[in-house]
């Protein structure tokens, strides 16, 4: 029998680093912080967006994305409420809400600052392969829904 300290081990390791990555790519702390927890720089990123994520595909991609937005939106706060782990399907998920105002740049190809804010629910769903690494991201979010609250739309 395995006892319950052994078989947690890679469910705490994974959702250790699962937690890890969602506080510091929400943070913008970038590619240097998050990509040693990613599978490379090629690791897959998915969301249903009509915006400015509907054609990322790369998890790194999405790093640098909120990189910016933590620039435009300095004030912004993150609320998570949800957390959780599959340990058969090695998936991480993350429920939260993001709150801010676009007072400053974000980036080339976004309008500018709109003095406008959201409060937006969204999850990440992350994914992990052998090595405990996130090879998957799908992010679950309604971008029309901000964009509108912001004054882009």
Request: charge should be negative; aromatic fraction near 14%.
């Amino acid at each position: 029998t395995v006892s319950p300290a052994v078989a947690m081990g890679a469910t705490s390791s994974n959702m250790a680093t699962a937690k890890e990555f969602f506080v510091a790519c929400e943070a913008g702390k970038g590619w240097d912080v998050c990509g040693p927890m990613c599978s490379g720089e090629d690791a897959k990123f998915s969301c249903q967006a009509v915006g400015g994520l509907k054609d990322m595909d790369t998890i790194k991609a999405y790093v640098e994305f909120i990189v910016a937005l933590n620039k435009g939106c300095p004030d912004n706060a993150v609320s998570p409420f949800f957390e959780g782990y599959d340990e058969g399907r090695k998936t991480a998920t993350f429920v939260s809400v993001f709150s801010g105002t676009h007072t400053a740049k974000i980036a080339d190809g976004f309008p500018g600052p709109t003095n406008k804010s959201t409060s937006s629910t969204y999850a990440y769903v992350l994914r992990f392969d052998d090595n405990g690494k996130i090879c998957e991201f799908t992010k679950v979010w309604n971008d029309a829904y901000s964009m509108a609250e912001f004054g882009w739309a």
